[in-house]
């Protein structure tokens, strides 16, 4: 079982739908959780950063993390095409040495 | 500020042959990354280090080494290149306290 398991999609929505992105985890000391974004041949970059479990938003971005369930998910809400990219998620013990998921593409279509 | 820059942006080696892949920081961060992703996958980790003078190994470090002399730099240097090398590397910092991180634009590495 790989420690970070996430759905490589693809994902298509339309102009406007709220997105929910998901990633599994296997071992239980994670205590940071993050979410990145990632155009095409670019780096990526840090969207939210959560400790611990609950919820934490940011403009249309929501992170959501459930311990108990080892599941973390993001949610987008009003998805605009410039969201069209690859979120990748990242857990981390210390909070310095993270370990990513495989990352999900997103399409937003007009 | 300048964020992570890498160099070079793309090359293309030969088997058996060597090359630096440079990164440079302007942040002050003591935390410093070098990951590889291949395609459809996530990010693995090389090496990382914690500050000038201190590095340590990742996920898959074989065939690569790295430097920490000064807080701005974290070269990667690739030995006699294998076609298993072929990637896009990244490098990455991070602040104190973790909730600054910033990675480079990658470099698109090809081995043949």
């Known amino acids: 079982q790989k420690e970070v398991e996430q759905d490589p999609g693809p994902l298509s929505v339309p102009e406007g739908a709220i997105v929910s992105l998901n990633c599994t985890y296997s071992?239980?000391?994670?205590?940071?959780f993050m979410w990145y974004r990632q155009y095409s041949r670019k780096g990526p970059e840090l969207l939210m950063y959560?400790?611990?479990?609950g919820n934490k938003e940011d403009g249309r971005f929501t992170a959501q993390v459930d311990k108990s369930s080892k599941y973390i998910s993001l949610f987008i809400r009003d998805s605009q095409p410039s969201d069209s990219a690859t979120y990748l998620c990242?857990?981390?013990?210390?909070?310095?040495?993270?370990?990513f998921g495989a990352g999900t593409r997103l399409t937003v279509k007009p | 500020n300048a964020g992570v820059t890498q160099t070079p942006k793309f090359r293309i080696l030969k088997i058996g042959q060597s090359m630096t892949l440079q990164c440079t920081q302007d942040?002050?961060?003591?935390?410093m990354y070098w990951y590889r992703q291949d395609p459809g996958m996530g990010l693995k980790l090389i090496y990382y280090s914690v500050g000038a003078g201190i590095t340590d190994k990742g996920e898959v470090p074989n065939g690569y080494n790295v430097s920490r002399s000064t807080t701005e730099d974290f070269p990667l240097r690739l030995e006699l290149a294998a076609p298993s090398q072929t990637s896009v590397y990244f490098c990455?910092?991070?602040?104190?306290?973790?909730?600054?991180?910033?990675f480079g634009p990658g470099t698109r590495l090809t081995v043949t």
């Open positions: 959560t400790y611990s479990s």
């Open positions: 071992n239980s000391a994670f205590q940071y």
């Open positions: 990242a857990m981390s013990q210390k909070g310095n040495d993270m370990r």
């Open positions: 942040m002050n961060h003591n935390y």
């Open positions: 990455a910092s991070l602040s104190l306290g973790f909730t600054k991180q910033y």
